[in-house]
């Protein structure tokens, strides 16, 4: 197998006899009929609701194109899977083979709390520079809901995904390190921290910010989208969180000239109403937000949000329709792009066939979007909003719901598959 002028090897690894990679010119992908496609299948749950992510995506596929286009799926490894057959969790042949491939789809990865190694997915994001964290968040009806007015929730939350806290720079209370570090910024630096503190370091950065906001404008004008609203913390995290505010405004007013309108020009200009053809840009405060999200939820549309922020308001959001069970996910950079589900391993579910396998599948659909294989994306999207329709779900959303019939994980993925 040829990618550009080098042979891939791998250590461990066989790439496909078939297929051929997705390749980049200038910034866009170019899509082969056939591409090859790593994926985690992950751990506790994940080989189950990953299974049937792609049963549903293969299938999808088929019957949209009718053989003149496959995905060519190419197993790479990490977490549990990978310590026993490499004897470490990330190897080097994972990182290469979604360098080489561009596109993978993942399954949930286990994080430990406290000690050990620090969170697999956080460095999958750091090594592989995927800079976005992309979280749709959209209602399907008959979806069992804790709001009044689910159907209002149609949000896109890009997450920084690279900075912030999740940097994870940061010292245990009592080690030499953070003894040092708070002694200098104690004696040199004015702050008053208490000797028995740990202490982590929150990098927030011009380059960091803008391409993150950039991203965000850029996917709120392709997909015809109402408004973008940086989130942050600025008005106690000045030069960090109210940096990233004011970086955004910088991008928008420097790269998006005739594009967009801010909130306060729609104000003095406009009469407060946004021109029509016209993006608007605005912000808020952190908190505020997470309040607007139940209050005024129809009034947003796409939240582009530093990173800590970022998680808290994408499982916020949705919670409010159904949970996440059914909220994909993507971790997406300059061109690299991993497609996920957003919840946890679960593994005392672990190979029992009843998890919803509904935020791996809807991450799938959001893969073969940036694919550019638009047609076999909405047939999913249609198939799923019909199974839920005729309330045939996992157990998960059956206890919730009147009349419903209850599946397992890959039956839930057979009910999909026969409303394609």
């Known amino acids: 197998m040829e990618v550009g002028s080098a ?5 461990k690894l066989v790439t ?21 496609i790593p994926f985690i299948a992950g751990d506790g749950v994940g080989p189950d ?26 197993e790479v490894f990490a977490g549990d899977a990978a310590q026993e057959r490499y004897g470490e969790v990330l190897p080097a042949d994972t990182l290469k083979a979604i360098e080489t491939f561009l596109v993978a789809l993942k399954g949930p990865l286990t994080t430990p709390v406290g000690g050990g190694i620090r969170s697999l997915n956080v460095t999958l994001r750091q090594v592989l520079d995927l800079y976005a964290c992309i979280r749709p968040v959209r209602y399907i009806t008959g979806l069992p809901a804790p709001v009044k007015h689910p159907e209002q929730m149609d949000m896109v939350i890009f997450r920084e995904n690279t900075e912030d806290v999740y940097a994870g720079i940061e010292w245990r209370a009592g080690s030499a390190e953070a003894k040092q570090l708070i002694a200098y910024l104690n004696g040199s630096m004015g702050a008053s921290i208490r000797a028995d503190s740990g202490v982590g370091i929150k990098p927030i950065s011009i380059t960091g910010s803008k391409r993150l906001v950039r991203k965000a404008i850029q996917y709120a004008l392709e997909a015809g ?67 607007q999200v139940l209050t005024r939820t129809s009034d947003y549309d796409v939240l582009a949000t530093t990173n800590l922020n970022g998680d808290y308001l994408s499982d916020a959001c949705a919670a409010q329709i159904g949970g996440l069970g059914m ?12 497609f996920e589900a957003t919840h946890g391993t679960a593994p005392k579910y672990a190979g ?42 996992t157990y998960d959303l059956a206890r919730q719901m009147t009349g419903a019939k209850e599946v397992g994980t890959s039956e839930f993925a057979d009910a999909i598959i026969e409303r394609l």
């Open 7 to 11: 042979a891939v090897e791998f250590e």
């Open 16 to 36: 496909p006899s078939e297929g051929a990679p997705i390749r980049v010119s200038d910034g866009r992908l170019e899509v082969p009929a056939r591409p090859i």
């Open 49 to 74: 609701v990953t299974t049937a992510a792609r049963r549903v995506l293969d299938a999808a596929v088929a019957k949209t194109w009718t053989g003149t286009r496959r995905l060519v799926w190419f």
């Open 225 to 291: 989208r109402r408004s973008v609203t940086l989130v942050h913390k600025g008005n106690i995290m000045k030069f960090t969180e109210g940096a990233f505010r004011d970086w955004g405004y910088e991008v928008a007013r420097e790269e998006f000239v005739g594009a967009l309108v801010t909130e306060a020009e729609v104000e003095a200009r406009h009469g407060g109403r946004v021109p029509a053809g016209q993006l608007l840009l605005n912000d808020r405060i952190a908190d505020n937000m997470f309040q």
């Open 327 to 338: 909220a994909p996910g993507a971790n997406i950079g300059d061109c690299i792009g991993i």
């Open 352 to 393: 029992q066939n009843k998890v919803n396998p509904g935020s791996a599948i809807l991450s799938g659909v959001m893969m073969l979007e940036y694919l550019g294989w638009k047609e076999a994306a909405g047939r999913i999207s249609r198939a799923i909003e019909q199974t839920v329709a005729e309330k045939v779900v």
